[in-house]
DNA sequence: CTGAAAGCGCTTACAG
DNA sequence: CTGAAAGCGCTTACAG
């Protein structure tokens, strides 16, 4: 491998000024230039990125702390996030919060990371948050001042769903979510839906809605799979399911399935996040959804401003989820 | 942030016996020692990586050179590398290589990863493996001399699936793939239903094994829903459609279904990959599987273990991948 | 067992 | 515009 003092002799310069054209911070005269261009590219010189990273101080390096790795959703936010940051030359790494946690949390610190988003619900342990900030990590969705939101705000793509479907003449409907059941009333999708029940005109039955008690690390399709098996052999009656999002709803299909029922013949369903094959299943999914690659890139392109300008101020901003009415919700069965 | 000199000044030792304790590579008396541990514990002392990399010339950092993200698929083999990985102390980042294929390779020469998987399966520039090569990067599922090969069989358990469907009493069975025509028929998949086309009695036609010559980049769902779409538009008559992977057979069951065939009693479908969502699309997905999480995890073995052990010779093994019966392949219609 | 020193490959004031 | 030098935070011979 070739380094800047190789590069620096076959150009007959200092290595000052081979940092100086191939950056481009600092003026440097045409020979000299022309010179390190043709010296690095002879040896076709990369910089090593740890080196620039300890000397200069900023790490071109983007932690995604993600939770359910295997949701889609995750996924194709995560393919925006690397389509920018590695077009700033930025690389992006993910931990996996599901399992052992606390060594995760090492591992990122020791990366003295430039960024890191955080896609875990859970709330984080105080004690990291202190240290990224402490260490002017740019954050991203954490619980803190010193970080940056971008939050999808579904209550009006919800709202719409639930109105659609009192339209179709539905009047019991049933929410499942993952979260368990003493967080879930703090989610805007539940909290819309408790909101409209009786404009709607639906059944305020309680039990209808329900939180994943199920304990023990599951996936969001697990989960839907369980709770809504649940729901028809406690006898439960509704006509329509919403599920907090698209990987629980294939879950509660395939319990619909199973149980002999039509969608959206017998029962509709939606879900929420709009992942790509959600107009792939049968029959394909109504949902809430916005452009999550774009989502990406706004995430990255938020944290690497601020790695490059420090003096940018944390901002809080949102993003609309909007309905993408598909064929799970139909009219309620007579 | 805490340093190494400051833990040293605390501890009131040199640095070099800050690192020997915390690496334990080296001994150290029981009275520094405790001395070090308890000046890194009261300072919250994490190392930094960059520094560690730069010294010690190991860095702890795989990549994964990954098309096509959001095939579930290689998330969940990613999942199982990046669970071992970090483990270890590694970080592992992701490089989306359907885009942007030059820079991206500049910025991961730029990172001197320790190791790097390919799960990319168009053949690599020459130029960058030969980078790789120079710089000791451990590679996985490369072409090349110096890379370990991890690779799966797919041969029995096709040839199973194959069978199965002659059993079924199928006569005409396609072959749908997201390989372009020209290479096709490198894949064991097609060369085994080839090879067994006149042992199960199914027509010979060549038309009914088509390639992706659609262009583009496109999904495997994409190229799924495309293709059977053609095949049903063109008129071919198949009781039986073997796609080369889950993610095909996700759209070409989008196709069956729009086209108003019912699965498995028009057409039965199988793929290939055993992605986690499979049980739950309906009819549940036939397919040939095997533990992705565990085949993640021995990646990233394989590569740590000789990236700590450089004198490990480059090893060439595979996993065999076995039939999952499920509701998508039945009797052929009459 | 312990520590002073050189070195990894860069960047960043600083001087000229 | 150009370059010599210090420094980023570690590890690794080397000497004691």
Redesign the pocket.
């Given at each position: 491998?070739a380094?800047?003092?190789d590069v620096a002799k076959l150009a007959n310069?200092?290595?000052?000024?081979v940092?100086?054209v191939?950056?481009g911070?600092?003026?440097?005269?045409d020979?000299?230039?022309n010179r390190v261009f043709a010296a690095a590219s002879k040896l076709k010189?990369i910089?090593?990125s740890s080196?620039?990273r300890?000397?200069?101080g900023v790490n071109k390096h983007i932690g995604v702390a993600v939770s359910e790795m295997t949701n889609l959703y995750h996924i194709e936010v995560i393919k925006g996030i690397e389509a920018y940051a590695t077009e700033k030359g930025f690389a992006v790494s993910l931990f996996d919060l599901d399992s052992n946690a606390q060594d995760k949390f090492r591992l990122i610190a020791s990366r003295r990371l430039g960024g890191i988003v955080n896609f875990v619900s859970d709330v984080y342990p105080d004690e990291y948050v202190q240290y990224f900030i402490q260490d002017n990590v740019v954050m991203m969705n954490f619980e803190c001042e010193q970080s940056f939101r971008l939050d999808t705000v579904y209550s009006d793509g919800m709202a719409w769903l639930i109105r659609q479907a009192a339209k179709f003449g539905h009047k019991r409907a049933a929410f499942i979510t993952t979260h368990e059941p003493r967080y879930m009333h703090l989610d805007t999708r539940i909290k819309t839906f408790c909101e409209l029940r009786d404009e709607c005109g639906f059944d305020t039955d309680e039990s209808l809605i329900v939180g994943n008690d199920i304990g023990g690390k599951r996936t969001s399709e697990e989960i839907g799979y369980e709770l809504t098996a649940r729901l028809l052999d406690g006898g439960k009656k509704f006509t329509c399911l919403f599920c907090i999002n698209d990987m629980t709803a294939l879950g509660a299909m395939r319990a619909f399935h199973e149980y002999g029922l039509d969608i959206p013949g017998d029962v509709s369903v939606t879900g929420c996040d709009d992942i790509s094959i959600g107009k792939y299943i049968f029959p394909s999914l109504t949902t809430l959804g916005f452009d999550k690659f774009v989502y990406g890139r706004e995430i990255a392109k938020t944290i690497i401003d601020k790695i490059e300008n420090p003096q940018l101020p944390y901002t809080h901003r949102s993003i609309e989820s909007v309905p993408v009415y598909r064929n799970s919700l139909g009219p309620a069965k007579k």
């Open positions: 491998m380094n800047r003092a310069v200092s290595v000052a000024t940092t100086n191939l950056t911070r600092k003026p440097v005269g020979d000299l230039r010189y910089p090593d080196a620039q300890l000397a200069s």
